[in-house]
């Protein structure tokens, strides 16, 4: 059975960092990526960034590009988010996803991750 855990969420002020860290278990992942999403009360969960498991291919939401950084480290099924010059904006809940596919247009697309953590919260205070 397959399980994402991530760790790190908490509450910070704006400008403030906090780093995310997702570890997969129970499967081996050769192909496809990791992907973190986020998700306000009210609203539809939405695309935040993805790696592919070889860690060569990165995607970003354009609202996090210059600020948000995501790596991982494949042999260990594990990936991170390092999220900077946070705003209230990014306040949410975020969570860890995983996929097989190997398409960019199916890695940025929610319903393309067939297994998901539990979901952190990241509060941003302004």
């Known amino acids: 059975q397959v399980q994402l855990v991530e760790s790190g969420g908490g509450m910070v002020q704006s400008g403030g960092s906090l780093r995310l860290s997702c570890t997969a278990s129970?499967?081996?992942?050769?192909?496809?990526?990791m992907g973190w999403f986020r998700q306000v009360s009210g609203k539809e969960r939405e695309f935040v960034a993805a790696?592919?498991?070889?860690?060569?291919?990165?995607y970003y939401e354009d609202s996090v590009k210059g600020r948000f950084s995501i790596s991982g480290e494949n042999g260990n099924n594990r990936v991170y988010l390092q999220m900077n010059s946070l705003t209230p904006e990014d306040t949410a809940v975020y969570y860890c996803?995983?996929?097989?596919?190997?398409?960019?247009?199916?890695?940025?697309?929610?319903?393309?991750?067939?297994?998901w953590g539990q979901g952190t919260q990241v509060t941003v205070s302004s």
């Open positions: 996803a995983a996929t097989t596919a190997n398409a960019r247009t199916r890695r940025l697309r929610e319903d393309s991750y067939g297994y």
């Open positions: 790696i592919s498991w070889t860690g060569g291919t990165i």
């Open positions: 129970g499967r081996t992942f050769s192909s496809g990526a």
